[in-house]
């Protein structure tokens, strides 16, 4: 699977939408990517994924680049539960089962 | 649905001692892994399954052994525990879903484990 890059830490204004950017430029065609988190020390929660067109559902936005090479994640208006670590992974849709996680953005949202 | 389910949600070991972390899905999941996540790092994955009868190692699969009898279980068994396997220990489960990049992976609400 293409690594992926993220900044360690970030800090959001609750109320604001929170953008959250992952670097993946070694992302292969058939590749997905996938956001998770974890809101202290809980398991991760999935929060969305995709593979080339931008995605929403009732989380969060995606939006990916024309050329695939880094997304971001987008919580619209954000509150003090989505302090969390956030991370990005990059999946093949075959041929790899596993399911690996890197250090992940840590999240503050500040009151 | 209960989920993904891991007993027991604490534990302490003694040096040299065993034990097995349980996990179970009733999602009828094909997909299982297992990670650990030491303190204010993130999860590394030590085993994990695609099937029932089928395991494979991840990143850190020293000092661990698995099973997977059954779609449902899938346990993680520490033979001889060290102080450095101290960690928190989360299961996972997800289904292969062709042509959408899989599907979500569900996480059980972890097992600390202490070894002193």
């Known amino acids: 699977d293409a690594k992926t890059t993220q900044p360690p830490s970030m800090d959001c204004a609750e109320g604001r939408a929170a953008n959250l950017p992952c670097n993946h430029s070694?992302?292969?065609?058939?590749?997905?990517v996938y956001w998770y988190r974890q809101i202290h020390s809980q398991g991760p929660q999935y929060i969305i994924h995709g593979l080339k067109n931008n995605e929403t559902n009732e989380m969060a936005s995606l939006i990916i680049t024309e050329d695939r090479k880094s997304s971001t994640l987008i919580l619209p208006h954000a509150t003090l539960r989505d302090t969390a670590v956030y991370y990005c992974i990059v999946r093949s849709d075959f041929g790899n089962e596993k399911l690996t996680f890197g250090t992940g953005t840590r999240l503050t949202i500040i009151p | 649905n209960a989920g993904v389910t891991q007993t027991p949600k604490f534990r302490i070991l003694k040096i040299g001692q065993s034990m097995t972390l349980q996990c179970a899905q009733d999602m009828n999941h094909n997909y299982m892994y297992w990670y650990r996540q030491d303190p204010g790092m993130g999860l590394k994955l030590i085993y994990y399954?695609?099937?029932?009868?089928?395991?494979d190692k991840g990143e850190v699969p020293n000092g661990y052994n698995v099973s997977r009898s059954t779609t449902e279980d899938f346990p993680l068994r520490l033979e001889l525990a060290a102080p450095s396997q101290t960690s928190v220990y989360f299961c996972a489960s997800s289904v292969r879903q062709g042509g959408r990049g899989g599907t979500e992976a569900f996480f059980g609400q972890g097992t600390r484990l202490t070894v002193v």
């Open positions: 070694t992302i292969s065609g058939n590749e997905y």
């Open positions: 399954s695609v099937g029932a009868g089928i395991t």
